[in-house]
């Protein structure tokens, strides 16, 4: 049953790899100013962008704006070619969702039903990434001491394939920095720098729930994040630099490149999981060579000197690349 692993990841090998859509709401000139909200801008422009998205930024947006960008959103037809639509919003909110400068919210409820599968069939399917950082009520969470520290088909419905991220859990505050911005949304950028690459975003959620906990563990209030999935399979979004696009979609005939990328693997220097048989063979016109392994399902590249460069584990970003 489990054998096709790639089968339970969704897939992010497609060109257009998808929209990143950010709203942040400074308010400014207002008594309520989000001081810090600048580089929640950055931070999130940064972090869609490593996740190889189109960063699309907007600030300072009543709710019924954010409702018709959300919306205007939902029916881009790009999103029929995307691989993945991703929306963070970073506001002021409350329990019923995230507040627009007129200070009146947005449900979450709300945001789902604009991109759920009837409202939004070109992303039927596919997962939709949304990161919510907001306070949800006006109680300040609580800390308690603890002795232990280490503690075959498509499936889809009009629900499912949502993930949304929470800075902090219903009825709390969420912390921010004058000089940081939000704690969540920073501590998110960093482990996704250091594990974006190799985890997919469920295990990424408890590693930054780890960090935000570890880090307001002396401060005068403390935090925990909070997630909530209805994906029908892992969602994983390799930083965009780690996926390589083939040049070529059929692979020529075994020639000179395949005898050198033989000879390589034969002197056994193609890494810790030693390549039997090479699955095929491409060469780009820099002299880049890409080889696939049926065996083991790993892709290797090879400069045209027959060093290795890089290897993927993930085959279903070269499946056309196999003889």
């Not at 921010?176 to 990424?204: C, E, H, Q």
């Amino acid at each position: 049953m489990y054998q096709d692993i790639d089968k339970f990841y969704y897939p992010m090998n497609e060109a257009s790899r998808g929209i990143g859509l950010i709203i942040v709401n400074h308010f400014k000139h207002m008594r309520t100013y989000r001081a810090g909200a600048q580089f929640e801008e950055e931070n999130l422009s940064e972090l869609f962008t490593f996740m190889g998205l189109e960063v699309r930024l907007e600030q300072e947006l009543t709710s019924e704006r954010m409702i018709k960008l959300l919306t205007d959103t939902a029916s881009d037809p790009r999103l029929k070619n995307d691989s993945i639509l991703a929306v963070a919003i970073s506001s002021h909110g409350d329990e019923a969702g995230l507040l627009g400068i007129d200070n009146r919210s947005v449900s979450v409820i709300r945001i789902r039903e604009i991109f759920n599968g009837k409202n939004c069939p070109n992303l039927v399917s596919k997962p939709k990434f949304i990161l919510l950082n907001g306070c949800r009520g006006k109680k300040t969470e609580e800390r308690i001491e603890c002795d232990n520290l280490d503690t075959p088909k498509q499936l889809s419905t009009t629900w499912s394939d949502f993930f949304i991220a929470y800075s902090c859990s219903m009825g709390l505050v969420s912390l921010r920095s004058n000089l940081r911005g939000s704690l969540f949304i920073s501590v998110f950028l960093s482990a996704y720098k250091d594990f974006g690459k190799t985890i997919p975003l469920d295990l990424m959620m408890v590693i930054v729930n780890r960090k935000i906990i570890s880090e307001t563990t002396s401060a005068e209030s403390t935090q925990s994040c909070s997630w909530e999935s209805s994906c029908t399979r892992a969602l994983y979004i390799p930083p965009f630099d780690s996926i390589m696009t083939p040049v070529v979609a059929q692979p020529p005939a075994p020639d000179d490149s395949f005898k050198l990328v033989w000879a390589t693997c034969k002197k056994g220097i193609q890494g810790p999981n030693q390549m039997s048989t090479p699955g095929g063979v491409i060469t780009t016109p820099d002299g880049v060579i890409y080889i696939t392994d049926s065996a083991s399902k790993c892709i290797w590249v090879y400069s045209s000197d027959g060093e290795p460069m890089y290897q993927d584990m993930k085959p279903k970003t070269y499946q056309q690349l196999s003889l």
